[in-house]
């Protein structure tokens, strides 16, 4: 894979971001493509494009805005509350994001001559969303395949880590205090350790409470 290409699914949070520098570390040219679909929080794409400027990556934005017409959901509409009621699907779900993301990342994958393509989706922290399941993965890289008669590789680093894990990956790549200061994961909009409230950051806090607890007792 060194001498190969990868293109990074990229929202400029904390999974995408270690997704990044495990990409730059293993392949020889890395581009990362990030989603304008109306999401709530348009800073979002701003510290996308930051991050891949700081790294020196090119950086594609696509419009995916029909995805908010079809979609309605808490990260795409204001008025609706971020929760999750137990036996239901959190309201931050958004149907068929991943399917389509890896879909339009297939294509532009093939433009720009790239064989890999890297996503931050877990299916040990993945808030119960169907499409960040490994089964829907591999489902998707065979159907790509299928439909543009190439040789895609779906890669997700982060697929059986949990957020403790995470941050021990992005510590090992010596990315920690960038993914940590950098990224934005908050539901609410706020950069860096967030809101603390909302259940990305206490996802985000969690793990990173529980790595730097196993580091501290390590040493």
Same mark, same amino acid.
């Given at each position: 894979?060194?001498?190969?290409?990868?293109?990074?699914?990229? =929202?400029?949070?904390?999974? =995408?971001? $270690?997704?990044?520098? #495990?990409?730059?570390?293993?392949?020889?040219?890395?581009?990362?493509?990030?989603?304008?679909?109306?999401?709530? *929080?348009?800073?979002?794409?701003?510290?996308?494009?930051?991050?891949?400027?700081?790294?020196?990556?090119? *950086? *594609?934005?696509?419009?995916?805005?029909?995805?908010?017409?079809?979609?309605?959901?808490?990260?795409?509409?204001?008025?609706?509350?971020?929760?999750?009621?137990?036996?239901?699907?959190?309201?931050?779900?958004?149907?068929?994001?991943?399917?389509?993301?890896? =879909?339009?990342?297939?294509?532009?994958?093939?433009?720009?001559?790239?064989? *890999?393509?890297? $996503?931050?989706? /877990?299916?040990?922290?993945? =808030?119960?969303?169907?499409?960040?399941?490994?089964?829907?993965?591999?489902?998707?890289?065979?159907?790509?395949?299928?439909?543009?008669?190439?040789?895609?590789?779906?890669? $997700?680093?982060?697929? #059986?880590?949990?957020?403790?894990?995470? #941050?021990?990956?992005?510590?090992?790549?010596?990315?920690?205090?960038?993914?940590?200061?950098?990224?934005?994961? /908050?539901?609410?909009?706020?950069?860096?350790?967030? /809101?603390?409230?909302?259940?990305?950051?206490?996802?985000?806090?969690?793990?990173?409470?529980?790595?730097?607890?196993?580091?501290?007792?390590?040493?």
């Amino acid at each position: 894979m060194k001498n190969e290409k990868a293109l990074v699914v990229f =929202s400029g949070g904390q999974d =995408s971001t $270690t997704c990044l520098f #495990w990409a730059l570390k293993n392949y020889k040219e890395v581009e990362a493509v990030t989603f304008n679909y109306n999401q709530r *929080h348009k800073l979002e794409i701003e510290i996308a494009e930051a991050i891949a400027k700081e790294q020196g990556i090119r *950086h *594609h934005v696509l419009d995916m805005s029909l995805l908010n017409q079809l979609a309605p959901n808490a990260l795409t509409r204001n008025d609706i509350e971020i929760e999750q009621k137990e036996g239901e699907l959190p309201s931050t779900f958004v149907p068929g994001r991943n399917l389509l993301f890896l =879909s339009f990342a297939s294509v532009l994958a093939n433009q720009i001559g790239a064989r *890999h393509i890297v $996503t931050g989706v /877990c299916e040990t922290d993945f =808030s119960g969303y169907p499409d960040c399941r490994d089964q829907f993965i591999k489902s998707c890289n065979v159907t790509v395949n299928l439909a543009m008669d190439e040789q895609l590789v779906f890669h $997700t680093p982060l697929m #059986w880590l949990n957020k403790e894990e995470t #941050w021990e990956l992005a510590d090992e790549l010596g990315a920690l205090d960038y993914v940590r200061t950098k990224t934005l994961t /908050c539901y609410n909009g706020i950069p860096a350790d967030g /809101c603390g409230e909302c259940p990305a950051c206490l996802l985000r806090k969690n793990g990173l409470d529980a790595y730097l607890n196993k580091k501290e007792a390590a040493q």
